[in-house]
């Protein structure tokens, strides 16, 4: 048996298009939600943006001169496909780039160009900067998540830059950014200590990280009183791990347990992709490479739990947040686009994996208080993609939105047995699921089916619950491997459910390859 979150004694029948005509198995789900647990923090939703091939320039920033409809530079039809998804939060300038990034590049009038030593070697015009980053997420309704320049920059660089972005007196800095274009303080939620710092952002050991992050943690102040304590009190983020390196978390949270009154940290951060085994285009695949890719996600599982273990020791209270803020597929670049640009297709097989690391992290929604995709748009794992004055949405960004409902929402628990499939030396579940009660009172379900061959029946059972409505949507696809183009942009899109609630038996059947996402009204 496996927890999962579910509740619900009514009868429901789901039909999403031509289901396949073989018995779909029976996976019987027991159900109590009268015992909500922790929130789903809405930042495991969050994005990520970094200044790499055409995820920023193109992506977001086009110039005010644009003929592609944009506000001060900023393209509308990404903002408004943005806001649907109801963003938590942005992660920028990097990535890789953060600990290249110096901030006094990208403000002013007057800005130098640079090289972009981290991704090909590339022109940097710096016309995107801190007023346009924090334009964007102001537009798409997002909180900023600034990684400061822990690997080439100082303390004085990253604290002076807080100060630029947050004071509310008429500083150096802050005349110096009121006389370029703002008044008002910037509201920083979250800042990240570095990127990456046993790796590109300084080859560090963890010691010698730690070490670091005292210094960056003491000097990295928000200068705002509205930010410094409440809701608004801005986070700080250490950089965590990379994978399974298990010692790096116990360094890092074995030097917070000593901290002193002159430093603290929020969160640390936790870096995972899904890569193939070999490398390949994220389409074109055949199932056995799909099972492979589904079994290497649900390897996140693992590494959450090991290091929430290891947190759990030093931190028992849990103050501190873990955040996974680099996750997503992996792939060779799409033929013709240049390597350095991280430029590649998103499939359905893309949407499971995204809904397969949602459901971990709120099956860890007391640790794990946020997570960001690699990236918004045109790198890796994307939402949206771009060309030219083109706009496709991708599978990807319509799992997160069918997710928007599970923002904030708490868990209930939820028990089954998932069983099996196999494909050849893979054996993976048949079903992985969440649910929770939401702000708005509904009971929100998402049921994965795995499988790309077999529909899925459901069979909940929830004593003591009644319900006078039921909607949902479901994301499945003509193939696994289904995808959008400029072409055909909506090839792969969310159909709504058709749902019909009576007595107090229940029945979901679910298509291959799919995931569906429901929202149930409780009688009150």
Request: proline residues 6%; hydrophobic residues 40%.
């Amino acid at each position: 048996m496996k927890p999962l979150w579910f509740a619900a004694p009514l009868a429901f029948a789901l039909s999403i298009g031509a289901l396949a005509h073989a018995a779909a198995p029976d996976v019987a789900v027991t159900v109590d939600a009268g015992k909500p647990g922790p929130i789903i923090n809405r930042n495991i939703l969050g994005q990520f943006s970094e200044h790499l091939g055409r995820g920023v320039y193109e992506g977001i920033w086009v110039g005010p001169d644009s003929k592609i409809p944009n506000t001060r530079g900023i393209r509308n039809d990404v903002v408004a496909a943005l806001k649907a998804i109801k963003v938590p939060n942005v992660r920028w300038p990097g990535g890789c780039y953060a600990d290249e990034y110096h901030w006094r590049n990208g403000v002013g009038k007057e800005r130098p160009t640079t090289t972009n030593s981290s991704w090909g070697g590339v022109l940097e015009t710096n016309q995107f900067g801190t007023h346009e980053f924090m334009d964007f997420v102001d537009q798409i309704g997002a909180d900023a998540y600034v990684s400061v320049n822990v690997g080439s920059g100082s303390p004085q660089e990253a604290s002076e830059w807080l100060e630029y972005m947050t004071t509310d007196k008429p500083s150096e800095l802050g005349k110096l950014r009121v006389a370029n274009g703002r008044e008002k303080p910037f509201k920083v939620a979250m800042v990240g200590l570095g990127n990456e710092s046993w790796g590109c952002g300084g080859s560090m050991t963890a010691s010698d990280y730690a070490k670091e992050m005292r210094q960056f943690a003491t000097f990295t102040k928000n200068f705002n009183p509205a930010q410094k304590s409440g809701p608004d009190k801005m986070l700080k983020v250490a950089v965590g791990a990379d994978r399974d390196d298990y010692g790096w978390t116990e360094t890092v949270m074995q030097a917070w347990s000593k901290k002193i009154y002159s430093w603290d940290i929020d969160a640390i951060s936790l870096h995972s992709y899904t890569w193939p085994k070999k490398p390949e285009r994220a389409t074109g695949f055949d199932a056995h490479q799909y099972a492979e890719l589904l079994k290497s996600t649900l390897w996140m599982e693992e590494l959450v739990s090991k290091h929430a273990a290891i947190m759990d020791k030093y931190d028992p209270a849990k103050k501190v947040g873990l955040l996974v803020d680099e996750w997503g597929t992996w792939f060779k670049v799409e033929e013709g686009a240049p390597g350095s640009s991280l430029y590649q297709q998103s499939t359905q097989r893309d949407a499971i994996v995204a809904a397969l690391n949602l459901n971990i992290f709120a099956r860890h929604a007391d640790r794990v208080k946020g997570a960001n995709i690699a990236q918004t748009i045109n790198v890796l794992q994307a939402m949206i993609l771009t060309d030219g004055d083109k706009m496709l949405l991708t599978p990807t960004y319509h799992l997160f939105r069918m997710y928007t409902a599970f923002q904030d929402a708490k868990v209930v628990p939820l028990a089954y047995d998932a069983g099996t499939y196999q494909e050849g030396d893979v054996t993976l579940p048949r079903l992985d699921a969440i649910g929770a009660v939401g702000k708005d009172g509904k009971l929100w379900l998402s049921f994965t089916n795995l499988d790309p061959r077999q529909p899925l029946k459901i069979t909940p059972t929830a004593p003591g619950y009644t319900f006078k409505g039921a909607q949902g949507d479901t994301l499945a696809a003509d193939e696994m491997g289904a995808f959008n183009t400029f072409a055909a942009p909506t090839r792969v899109k969310p159909q709504p459910a058709a749902i019909k609630a009576a007595g107090s038996s229940a029945t979901l059947e679910l298509p291959p390859h799919s995931v569906t996402v429901i929202g149930l009204d409780p009688v009150k």
